[in-house]
Every structure is written in C-alpha cells, then in structure tokens.
C-alpha cells in the first residue's frame, strides 16, 4: 500500500480554549482527500505546567471533539506518551493543543507514479513558513 507523507502539527489554543473553530477546514480537506487524519490527541497543560492528554473520542461528550474524532481514519499509537510530552514542552501553562497526525492523502498519486517508473524519493524538507516569509520579503525589497 502506498502512503502519502505523514507529518504532526501541533495548533496551541491559550486559555485551554479548543472551540472546534478549525474542524470545518478540516472536514473540507478531509473530504477533499487533500489529507487523512490518522491520529491525534487532545493536550491540557494547566496553570502551575502539569500535561494531561486524551484521545479526542474520549472527550467526555464534547461535540467539538467528538466532531473532529469522526474525521480520524485510525492508524492509533502514532504518538506516544513520550512524544506527547515533547511536542508539549513548548505549550504555555493554562493553553491547550490540538496534535494531529494526517497523511498528505494527495501526493499518492504522486508516490505511485514514482514508484512505477522505477524513481525512488532522494529526500524530503519541511520548510518552515518563518523562513519562506523572510525569503519572501528579502525578495521584494531587492
């Protein structure tokens, strides 16, 4: 079976205030099979920085969690507790974050193609918008 690139964003909400205000982008990706979501958790780092998470399906009856829960296509056990706790050192005292894991659903396509001429990926790099944005602006002022 071919997959598409697997990445993990982690989307931080201050205030411990997940609203499900990205869930109809989502959904509209999902659908769109631009992405699979394949896991993802609900992380809670209260005020004096101790780190709880749940599975989104777990979410005691929330219906923003359980919403975004119905667009997994479950892989499960991506992340580990051990990765959870990394991804959420960064995450302020009293905030909350989304981690999702998705497949770039997309670029199968892409994979199948390469495979089937006999190509193989030399590599692959994430480019992070900071620096995209300073390229972008050094030039426009040259």
Same mark, same amino acid.
């Given at each position: 079976?071919?997959?598409?690139?697997?990445? &993990?964003?982690?989307?931080?909400?201050?205030?411990?205030?997940?609203?499900?205000?990205?869930?109809?982008?989502? #959904?509209?990706? &999902?659908?769109?099979?631009?992405?699979?979501? &394949?896991?993802?958790?609900?992380?809670?780092?209260?005020?004096?920085?101790?780190?709880?998470?749940? #599975?989104?399906?777990?979410?005691?009856?929330?219906?923003?969690?359980?919403?975004?829960?119905?667009?997994?296509?479950?892989?499960?056990?991506?992340?580990?507790? #051990?990765? /959870?706790?990394?991804?959420?050192?960064?995450?302020?005292?009293?905030?909350?974050?989304?981690?999702?894991?998705?497949?770039?659903?997309?670029?199968?396509?892409?994979?199948?193609?390469?495979?089937?001429?006999?190509?193989?990926? &030399?590599?692959?790099?994430?480019?992070?918008?900071?620096? /995209?944005?300073?390229?972008?602006?050094?030039?426009?002022?040259?």
């Amino acid at each position: 079976m071919t997959l598409g690139p697997i990445e &993990v964003i982690v989307i931080g909400f201050p205030g411990n205030q997940f609203n499900g205000g990205i869930i109809p982008e989502l #959904e509209q990706l &999902v659908e769109s099979d631009t992405i699979s979501i &394949v896991d993802g958790l609900l992380v809670m780092k209260t005020a004096d920085g101790a780190v709880e998470f749940f #599975e989104f399906d777990q979410d005691g009856g929330d219906p923003d969690a359980a919403r975004l829960a119905a667009l997994f296509d479950r892989l499960d056990s991506l992340i580990s507790d #051990e990765d /959870v706790n990394e991804l959420a050192a960064d995450l302020a005292p009293d905030s909350s974050a989304a981690i999702l894991v998705f497949e770039h659903t997309w670029a199968k396509k892409l994979a199948g193609a390469v495979e089937g001429s006999g190509g193989f990926v &030399v590599a692959r790099e994430y480019i992070p918008e900071s620096i /995209v944005e300073a390229a972008m602006a050094a030039a426009q002022n040259s």
